[in-house]
């Protein structure tokens, strides 16, 4: 059975472990592979149910709640997740991966003290775990201390400068304060990283646009363009920004 899994025989593997249940129905591995033959198949009632068996027979077995957090997130299930991911914890209570996976899915969830709880813990156990301090500052954000995340985020670019997340989150909370000119850098080297996101160049060209910088608006709205010809937000700004630059020459020239 283990072979046809490795070679991709699916239903050859299948009948293989079905008969070795037949012939010892506590074979806690047989339950586990099956378990996993039908989340390939996108089974997921029948890949929980061999999950659960496994688990009868092995009750702190760390594959099988992995295996089971897994197709739990990825069918929206979410509060069978933090149940499983939560005992994952307690199998292993140094396992990094899982307090982060625990904190993203409370911040998913909008329980935002949960999330914070399992980021800190992530941090706690690898300090270098970027990801869970990128969600520690999302935690923040969202509890409103919008000084402690912009601090948890700076100190992620000065540590990794070449990583996006960082600079357009902290733009996003500079831009919601309304501190639009101190978001600008950040976004300008945000493109630098990525050249070709859309989203942080319409957000760039949009406060260039409001503060009147037309020249550097155009230039990055024609950018959006170039990336995406079809882009209707590029070309509602164009035109927006002709109108007035009209509007304005035509009263000069009444003037």
Known sequence: GMI???KGNGEKARELLEKCLELDPKLQEAYHNL???????????????????????????????????????????????????????????????SAFILGTIFLTSKEYYPAMANFLYA???????????????????????Y??????????????????????????????????????????????IHSTNLEIIEMLAIIYEQEGN??????????MLILDPENKSASEALERMEKTFTDINNISTVN
């Open 147 to 192: 000084k402690v995340a912009l601090k948890e985020l700076d100190e992620l670019i000065t540590a990794i400068p070449e990583q996006l997340t960082p600079y357009i989150k902290a733009s996003l909370i500079l831009i919601e304060l309304g501190h639009n000119s101190d978001a600008v850098p950040l976004l300008e080297k945000a493109i630098e």
């Open 35 to 97: 378990g996993s033959y039908y989340t390939s198949k996108q089974e997921i009632d029948k890949a929980e149910d061999m999950y659960m068996k496994s688990l009868q027979i092995d009750p702190n077995n760390f594959n099988t709640y992995h295996n089971l957090a897994t197709i739990y997130i990825q069918t929206d299930q979410l509060s069978k997740a933090k149940r499983a991911l939560e005992k994952l914890l307690q199998i292993d209570d140094n396992n990094h991966q």
């Open 123 to 145: 941090l706690n156990l690898k300090k270098d775990y970027h990801d869970a301090r990128i969600g520690l500052a999302e935690a923040y954000y969202k509890l409103g201390r």
């Open 4 to 6: 046809n899994i490795i």
């Open 214 to 223: 037309k020249e550097r608006s155009e230039e990055l709205y024609q950018e």
